[in-house]
């Protein structure tokens, strides 16, 4: 492509994102295609010959579009969000065009230093004390993966990278019945085996119980096992439940155990004031993740790892074959030995637009009114004798569920709330998304978007409403 043919496309392109944004409410918020519709629409082959950009931009708006589920529209209240916003995007295509792999200092020494700056910056507006380095990985699960690859490493002195793990004790590790699934997930890649994790059970708030946690430790001592860690989480998948995390630390300096602190969404909550009860015990804690691309307006992937002791970090990590070396190595930060890839992404640029552009003060107004909406949600539930709020408002974050009179029995009610979750996604207007909760069927609701306003929340609970009512006619 002619360079002038892509300036014209990227204009025209560019125009194309803000109608999109304009107009995002334009389309359902869950993509309402059937599995193997859209691959059914893209040719078997590759063509042998290039095609005109008019016409592959046609394609994309017929094929590919329909098949979107929409993440920015203002009623997507799934999962958690993955945030976007205007400058985010604008680093994005800036870090597209620069297209450099940022391995290495020097391989961009600003990709390097920005990195490391816009971390003190997010360190420092969290309340995070002094003495955390941060790195930005691409997910949380990559960071949760390294934290319990360092805590193997600290607890068999290095010896499992070198001999392996059959030359070391047993390991144990603990986290909360209400953990994200990474946990699991890391601790099965990090050779340890899913046994061995500990799945501590919960008090009614569905936090992990310390004293369950301290009474696992012992068993496991007096068992002959070496307990090396513990997975706190700020803000828990299901229902953001917050974990102990004073007591948990003082648990684990008491062990010496590594503490790894999982705030993928809640972090960002952390940027307010009145939040920061959450990590009382944090000077004891050993790693810390938040993801901006959930909660902080910045486009995934972009995960905030802090450690207490990089260098525990890196030696777990490090390998260096002489085609990496450089003049500056030992004197620099190279990034590649702070995670598992060794290829890096330029992250830091987009953070760094979005805390410029917006300001600390507006990021926080918008999450103070995520939260603000949500606990308003939760009386609106409460209000209603045919709704049970099934998990308080944690931040921005609660459960429900439609429990008409005259229901009583537990499986005829999950069935009934799986069809009404149907009913309002298949609708289009909004998106919600289900949990199991004590083996009961709930809906979550969570907010996040940049995009949403108050009467988005108070039209998506009308909505809610009128659908349920509707079914229930029909039982
Ligand atoms: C979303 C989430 C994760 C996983 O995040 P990724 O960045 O997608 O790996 C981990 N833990 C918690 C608590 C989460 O909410």
């Keep these: 492509m002619e360079l002038e043919e892509f300036r014209r496309h990227a204009h ?46 046609q394609d ?89 690859l360092t805590a193997r490493e600290r607890a068999t002195d290095w010896r499992g990278n070198e001999d392996g793990l059959w030359a070391c004790e047993p390991l144990v590790l603990y986290a909360s019945e209400q953990a994200h699934s990474s946990v699991e997930k890391a601790i099965s890649i990090a050779g340890l085996g899913r046994k061995s994790l500990r799945l501590i059970a919960t008090d009614d708030d569905f936090a992990m119980r310390p004293d369950l946690l301290d009474a696992a430790i012992r068993d496991d001592v007096a068992q002959g096992l070496r307990p090396a860690g513990v997975i706190a989480t700020l803000g828990t998948t299901g229902v953001g439940a917050i974990d102990p995390l004073g007591a948990i630390a003082g648990i684990c300096g008491e062990h010496g155990l590594h503490l790894h602190v999982d705030a993928a969404w809640a972090g960002s909550a952390l940027l307010l004031e009145e939040q920061r009860w959450m990590i009382e015990g944090i000077e004891r804690v050993d790693s810390f993740v938040l993801n901006p691309h959930k909660w902080l307006l910045t486009n995934f992937d972009c995960t905030a790892h802090f450690v207490r002791d990089p260098a525990a970090l890196v ?31 330029f992250r830091a640029l987009k953070l760094w637009f979005v805390i410029r552009s917006y300001g600390v003060d507006r990021l ?13 949600l939760a009386d609106a539930i409460r209000a209603e004798p045919d709704f049970e709020l099934t998990s308080p408002p944690k931040l921005a974050l609660l459960s429900f569920r439609y429990r008409p009179a005259g229901i009583d029995d537990e499986e005829a009610l999950d069935a009934l709330n799986e ?8 609708g289009g207007r909004l998106y919600l998304t289900q949990n199991r909760l004590r083996d009961r069927y709930v809906i979550r609701f969570a907010i996040g978007q940049l995009y949403t306003t108050r009467d988005h929340v108070l039209r998506a609970w009308q909505a809610i409403t009128e659908t349920a009512r509707g079914l229930s006619d029909t039982v």
């Design 364 to 376: 926080k107004a918008m999450l103070r009114d995520h939260i603000a909406w949500t606990a308003e």
């Design 315 to 345: 030696r777990t990590l490090t390998v260096l074959p002489a085609y990496l070396q450089s003049r500056e190595t030992g004197e620099v930060i190279d990034y590649r030995d702070w995670g598992v890839p060794l290829g890096r992404r």
């Design 419 to 426: 069809r009404l979750l149907d009913a309002l996604n298949d």
């Design 60 to 148: 994309f708006e017929r094929i590919v579009l329909p098949g979107m589920t929409h993440w920015q529209h203002p009623s997507f209240f799934a999962y958690f969000p993955a945030n976007s916003s205007p400058p985010s995007v604008l680093a994005e295509m800036l870090t597209a065009t620069l297209a450099a792999q940022c391995m290495l200092w020097q391989t961009s020494p600003a990709a390097t230093e920005m990195e490391t700056r816009v971390l003190e910056w997010l360190r420092q507006m969290i309340g995070l004390p002094e003495g955390f380095a941060g790195v930005i990985q691409d997910t949380a699960s990559s960071a949760t993966l390294c934290a319990i």
């Design 12 to 57: 025209e392109l560019v125009d194309w994102m803000a109608d999109y944004l304009a107009k995002v409410e334009d389309h359902p918020v869950r993509a309402q295609v059937q599995p193997g519709e859209i691959a059914a629409r893209l040719p078997d082959r590759p063509p042998a010959e290039g095609e005109p950009m008019a016409r592959i931009f």
